[in-house]
């Protein structure tokens, strides 16, 4: 078993191996679903490794390269390991193989979010070190009918490229979004998404972020002296109008967020689940 990096490895070798490593667990990614999240996350073949059976890929890490909290970060894009090669410990010597190599790449730390559920998994971040910083709701959902509000609100299409009128939205959240759901992340993969702004007039009052071909809503918020006046409704209606599936997920909102939770479970979507965020520093 040798481990090397990823930046000779085809494109679709990579994606036969997430989907061969993730078949058993329901996943539903396909290929134009896990290509977006590649980019979206900053994916790079240079700094993520695998662990190899010859030519074919048993194990393997799949780390994104940015920024968080102006810290030089990588982030765990993805980690899997193939079935038949299960129980060798095999994640975590590829960690352990990857540290020296991120640590001359510049990068300062480690990032990642784990199910709160998966104790397995939990026990070996933190044997290697990872400490939990945040901890975050998900919610996946059948779509749900949201009935129009008689509102003077206008929603409008905002360029998520335009870096000053994206950001002028973001200051109307309660919480600083996770790495997956940042502004950089969607901004990296801008042809994914629909940003839909809320305005009374010319003031901008709320907004709303989705991946139509997944129904991810990375961002929704209202300004806070505007919310119950059913701004946040139609924004959510609009989204759900957009979304091509029959699903909509809102991954990684804060556990005490209780606006935006409220929020959900008043239009019937409740908390599906929750997730830790994890840092280890290199």
């Known amino acids: 078993m ?10 679709d070798t990579l994606y036969e191996a997430f989907a061969a490593a993730f078949a058993d667990y329901g996943m539903d990614m396909d290929r134009m679903r ?27 890490t799949l ?14 894009t993805g980690t899997g390991t193939l079935p038949q090669y299960r129980g060798r410990g095999l994640a975590g010597k590829i960690f352990e193989y990857a540290v020296p190599h991120l640590k001359r790449a510049g990068i300062r730390q480690y990032l990642l979010e784990v199910l709160q559920h998966n104790a397995k998994a939990l026990a070996v971040y933190r044997r290697q070190g990872f400490g939990t910083t ?10 749900v009918p949201v009935a129009a509000r008689n509102l003077e609100v206008a929603i409008r299409h905002i360029a ?10 973001e200051a109307f959240e309660d919480f600083p979004p996770s790495w997956q759901n940042s502004g950089n992340s969607i901004r990296r993969a801008p042809e994914a998404f629909v940003c839909l702004g809320a305005f009374l007039g010319e003031r901008p009052v ?20 505007l919310r119950r006046q059913g701004i ?9 109008a957009a979304t091509e599936g029959d699903k909509i997920r809102i991954i ?11 929020f959900l479970a008043a239009h019937g979507i409740p908390v599906t689940g929750r997730q830790f965020e994890m840092v280890r520093e290199l």
């Not at 040798?2 to 494109?11: C, D, N, T, V």
């Not at 907004?207 to 209202?222: F, K, M, Q, S």
């Not at 990684?252 to 409220?262: F, H, M, V, Y």
Request: aromatic fraction near 12%; charged fraction near 25%.
């Open 134 to 143: 945040r901890e975050f709701n998900y919610f996946i959902h059948e779509k």
């Open 160 to 169: 998520i490229d335009s870096l000053s009128a994206f950001e002028a939205f």
């Open 252 to 262: 990684n909102t804060g556990i005490r967020d209780d606006a935006l939770t409220g």
């Open 206 to 225: 709320g907004y709303c972020v989705l991946e139509p071909a997944t129904g991810d809503i990375p961002r929704i918020a209202v300004e806070p002296q």
């Open 63 to 76: 780390n994104g390269i940015g920024f968080h909290e102006g810290c030089a970060t990588a982030y765990d």
């Open 232 to 240: 946040g409704t139609e924004l959510l209606r609009e989204a759900i």
């Open 2 to 11: 040798q481990i090397k990096s990823l930046e000779k490895i085809a494109p």
């Open 34 to 60: 896990f290509d977006n999240m590649m980019k979206r996350r900053g994916f790079d073949p240079t700094l993520s490794f695998a662990a190899f059976d010859g030519e074919r890929i048993a194990a393997f």
